[in-house]
């Protein structure tokens, strides 16, 4: 398992719905959160081997800033 750490620009509830909408049907995430409390409103996503960049495209095609956090 990786756990992918991601900076979005995600504000409001609405938007977090889309990236529910946009990240349940990925069967190879296990687990996802997003803490609306960090002032970079951190996603992070346990998953087994999607290259961040997916994720990053995904999010953009809802327009959802995404960009991946490196460790």
């Known amino acids: ?6 900076k979005t620009n995600v504000r409001r509830q609405e938007q977090i719905a ?3 909408a946009l ?3 990925v069967l190879s ?6 803490d609306l ?3 970079d409103k951190i996603l992070r996503i346990v998953t087994n081997g999607l290259p961040p ?3 990053e495209s995904l999010l953009e095609t809802s327009g959802i800033f ?3 956090l490196e460790d």
């Open 1 to 6: 398992m990786k756990i992918l750490v991601f």
């Open 18 to 20: 889309k990236i529910k």
């Open 23 to 25: 990240l349940s049907p």
């Open 29 to 34: 995430i296990r687990e996802w959160n997003l």
């Open 37 to 39: 409390k960090d002032r």
């Open 53 to 55: 960049i997916f994720i």
């Open 66 to 68: 995404c960009e991946e």
